[in-house]
């Protein structure tokens, strides 16, 4: 299909194979995601999942195929730029109990590739990492160093620092892993009205389709690396 | 006399602040491996200054700066694989040195061009390198400030920052630049081969005292200096060898910090175990 305007993401026959590996851990995906979309990649372990998400940043090459963000080809060295206007929530979020750093300081982090030499974090920026800290209920925790936390807390933490950045696409891996009932539905809830109201997009991996798949546009299946099923042109 | 020993304790306090500081960010960053290499390019680029009549210190910097950009740019081009790259260069740039040294007129290794590279001198530290010691400790407290939260950021989660758009690759390079460069004027104190015990000890020493980040950058160039400081005097009044003695500090200072760790951890579960 020919890109359109809006397209967030758009991945072309994109295959990927992870260094030393005989076998793609992706085959011929064809994925286009465009603005105001909330999309759900759901699937078993190692169905290629987190691989589809890190091909969309860019964090991986496709060895065959092309990928795109904000219409930026992923190989290229422009892809830094579209990368800001782009939040992610990995996986591997966890930080051992010495790691000192406040929460504070670590929602602040998220600001750090806007900044220019000797800048600081503006008023406003400070505020708004306040009003998200208080929607996802960690505004007591601010001063607490994040190894000290919980995983559920460290995931509101990451997940607060996504939104803190303003976004227009989120990529969210496994946000509900750590997250209690409770938690899991004030998310989802949140990142839905955040892609309705800034007409951003949102590509959230999960295999626990439940907290998020009533505010999902698309629900795409994928298994042994392949796409199996679910509309690709979001 | 008294002139050169206080060039040497000036140089020896700068270096091993120096040495301390880039060793706990390479740490941090997870590029000790590329750091080591670089540091042996260090080694190699003197060893060849040595046999083709250049200035060690300056030959040592223009193939650790090299070094540094060969293993920025397989940084960016390669996901894995890095590490393996990362020891070929420092194999290569071993066998260089070393073949250097070989083909070199002086068959002796303590001959005294030789020594300072190999083991270090005492009598190395000249005002120019002193100057030019001072001039690298500026660049690279301006750099740590004027990128702060860059740094922070991967220092907090390297994958994480590099998703939101921080050009990651270019600041693995600076780092590597810095330490490529902090190594090649240190190793006139401590040797080309010992100079790894002020880039790596002190930052060990740091990890064992504290679990807070910028305690263990304090602690890691504050223990650098002293560290090298001490070295540098027990070598003059012991008469030993200076790259050799610095060495022996940094690891005794490691291995104190390791038995406090013990002991205080050793403690601290006794105190729970009562409660």
């Known amino acids: ?20 590996s005989d076998r793609p851990a992706m085959r011929n995906i064809n994925l286009r995601v465009s603005a105001g ?22 964090l991986l090459k496709p060895y065959r195929g092309r990928a ?29 109990p010495f790691e000192a750093y406040t929460v504070r300081r670590i929602i602040q982090l998220g600001f750090a590739p806007y900044k220019s030499i000797f800048e600081s974090l503006t008023e ?15 505004e007591d925790l601010l001063d607490r160093p994040i190894g000290t936390l919980s995983g559920g807390q460290q995931q509101r933490v990451v997940i607060a620092r996504a939104l803190s950045r303003k976004p227009r696409a989120l990529f969210l891996d496994e946000p509900f892993s750590s997250l209690d009932r409770e938690g899991r539905k004030l998310v989802s809830k949140v990142v839905s009205e955040y892609v309705r109201k800034k007409d951003a997009a949102a590509i959230i991996v999960s295999h626990d389709v439940n907290p998020i798949i009533k505010y999902a546009d698309t629900i795409v299946r994928m298994d042994n690396g392949k796409i199996i099923s679910g509309d690709c042109y979001a | 006399m008294l002139e050169i020993l206080a060039l040497a304790l000036l140089a020896a306090v700068l270096s091993g602040n120096l040495c301390g500081a880039v060793g706990f960010y390479v740490q941090r960053l997870k590029i000790t491996t590329l750091s080591f290499s670089v540091a042996h390019a260090a080694l190699a680029g003197a060893s060849l200054g040595l046999i083709l009549n250049f200035d060690p210190v300056y030959s040592a910097i223009v193939f650790a700066i090299s070094s540094a950009l060969i293993l920025g740019v397989i940084f960016t081009k390669m996901q894995y694989g890095r590490e393996l790259v990362s020891m070929a260069i420092f194999s290569a740039s071993s066998a260089i040195a070393l073949f250097a040294i070989y083909m070199s007129n002086v068959r002796v ?56 758009g921080l050009n990651v690759q270019a600041h693995m390079l600076a780092m590597l630049f810095f330490a490529g460069v902090i190594i090649s004027l240190s190793f006139r104190l401590t040797g080309g081969f010992l100079v790894f015990a002020l880039l790596y000890n002190p930052v060990a020493a740091a990890l064992q005292l504290t679990r807070k980040a910028y305690m263990q950058l304090f602690l890691s160039s504050t223990l650098g200096a002293v560290s090298a400081l001490t070295g540098l005097v027990v070598s003059y009044a012991l008469d030993w060898p200076v790259g050799a003695t610095i060495a022996i500090v940094s690891s005794t200072i490691l291995l104190l910090a390791y038995l406090f760790k013990t002991a205080t951890e050793m403690a601290r579960k006794r105190k729970l175990r009562n409660v």
């Open chain 1, 124 to 138: 406003k920026e400070n505020e708004r990492i306040q009003w998200v800290s208080e929607l996802l209920g960690i």
């Open chain 2, 109 to 164: 290794l303590a001959t005294a061009s030789i020594a300072v590279v190999l083991w270090g001198s005492l009598l190395a530290v000249t005002v120019q390198k002193l100057i030019i010691l001072v001039l690298v400790l500026i660049l690279f407290v301006l750099y740590i400030l004027a990128y702060r939260m860059h740094i922070d950021s991967m220092l907090y989660d390297v994958k994480l920052a590099e998703a939101e």
């Open chain 1, 68 to 96: 795109y963000l904000f219409g930026v080809d992923t190989r290229s060295w422009r892809i830094r730029e579209a990368r800001k206007m782009c939040s992610f929530v990995p996986q591997d979020f966890i930080k051992p």
């Open chain 1, 37 to 58: 979309k909330l999309t759900l990649i759901t699937g078993p372990n190692g169905a290629g999942k987190t691989t589809l998400l890190e091909t969309c940043l860019g």
């Open chain 1, 1 to 20: 299909m020919p890109p359109l305007e809006n397209d967030i993401v758009n991945l072309e026959g994109v295959w990927v194979a992870y260094s030393g």
